[in-house]
């Protein structure tokens, strides 16, 4: 009977123990968002993500397994601003850090994980929200602010180029005005449909005769009209994804890829 008694106490003690040491669970709804999040939460965090690089938040529908694991979750972190509204009741009764609360979108668009300048402003809230998660790493989670804010503001310095850039689709917008580019458009006005060949006539006018002009096409979708644009004005060809890969271990690195790739293009 002893032994039992000693038994259980242990158990409730370990159970107790375990309590204290369990890191919490923070689920992205995108992929750089996870992303961030490890930059950001060092290990103290135990971070996930709905959406991998190759799905489209853009009319997404919540899974069971998807809804389960919301449920499951400390805490959420979202871009918010119409892109991921499809959490619905998932994210009900949970803290949601939402990258886009209090910046000013351009035209609506809701890509801003793709603006350095922005997500250098926005690292600090995200902290700060991670604090109030854990307190005891607090001054951690603001080293690790700082250290993103300090890369992401490295990595915009400008080239001098002033490329002219026409992309797939209007979420490269924000990389290419922190970058000093012109944006000359997109060529999928509405994400998923078609474009007519008027729109595109357009596009190629708008950047005739520019000495450095690039097309930035997607990983996942058709090329056949950006390399169309490419050929037709003498272009470079990029091909990214602005929802990451699996093989980036952190934003910051994400970030550096994706912003090497296009300078490379000059």
């Known amino acids: 009977m002893q032994a039992f008694k000693r038994f259980v106490l242990i158990l409730v003690v370990f159970s107790f123990a375990a309590s204290l040491w369990a890191r919490p ?73 939402r990258l886009c609360q209090g910046v000013e979108l351009v035209e609506g668009n809701p890509h801003i994980w793709l603006s350095p300048s922005i997500v250098a402003r926005k690292v600090w809230g995200l902290a700060r929200f991670l604090s109030g998660l854990d307190p005891e790493d607090a001054q951690l989670f603001r080293k690790r602010a ?52 008027g729109h595109i006539q357009r596009l190629i006018r708008r950047a005739s005769g520019r000495a450095c002009v690039l097309v930035i096409a997607e990983k996942g979708h058709n090329l056949k009209v950006a390399e169309l644009v490419a050929k037709k004005l003498k272009a470079r060809l990029v091909v990214l994804n602005p929802l990451g890969d699996y093989g980036d271990r952190g934003f ?11 300078r490379d293009a000059e």
């Open 146 to 197: 700082e250290f993103v804010a300090s890369r992401l503001s490295t990595l915009t310095e400008r080239s001098g180029k002033r490329c002219a850039v026409i992309s797939h689709h209007n979420a490269w917008l924000y990389l290419i005005k922190d970058l000093g580019y012109d944006y000359i458009g997109a060529i999928e006005e509405v994400p998923h449909q078609e474009p007519t060949p």
């Open 25 to 97: 669970n923070v689920v992205a709804t995108i992929y750089p968002l996870y992303l961030l999040l490890k930059d950001v939460g060092d290990g103290r965090i135990e971070s996930s993500y709905v959406l991998g690089p190759y799905t489209s938040p853009h009319g997404y529908e919540l899974t069971p397994r998807a809804f389960l694991k919301l449920k499951k979750a400390d805490a959420v972190v979202a871009v918010g601003c119409g892109l991921d509204d499809w959490l619905g009741k998932a994210a009900a009764g949970k803290r949601v850090f």
């Open 252 to 262: 910051v690195e994400f970030m550096k890829r994706l912003i090497s790739a296009i």
